[in-house]
């Protein structure tokens, strides 16, 4: 595996690529609740992306891998 902090520049440079799908992780102020917010099967329109799917999962610290390895294996990635 390959890891490297990219810059805007580079990530508009990937916007010909197709997008599977956009994670973010977000954390609660004052609690041990995380949420996932996940936008699965994304279509770029003129100026706009559209997701297919959105996902909002609540959970604690401890599950975030394993929430979003089982997403990655049943939604985005289902074919490999």
């Known amino acids: 595996m390959d890891v490297a ?9 990937m916007r ?9 992780i977000m ?9 996932r917010r ?4 994304i279509e770029r329109r003129a100026f706009t992306s ?4 959105m996902v909002r999962i609540t959970c604690i610290r401890e599950e975030i891998a394993d929430v979003i390895n089982r997403y ?7 074919e490999a």
């Open 50 to 53: 559209m997701s297919w799917k």
């Open 72 to 78: 990655l294996d049943d939604e985005i990635l289902p």
């Open 27 to 35: 954390h609660e102020l004052g609690s041990d609740d995380y949420y």
């Open 5 to 13: 902090e990219i810059s805007i520049r580079d990530r508009l440079k």
């Open 38 to 41: 996940m936008d699965i099967d």
């Open 16 to 24: 010909k690529m197709h997008d599977l799908a956009v994670i973010e």
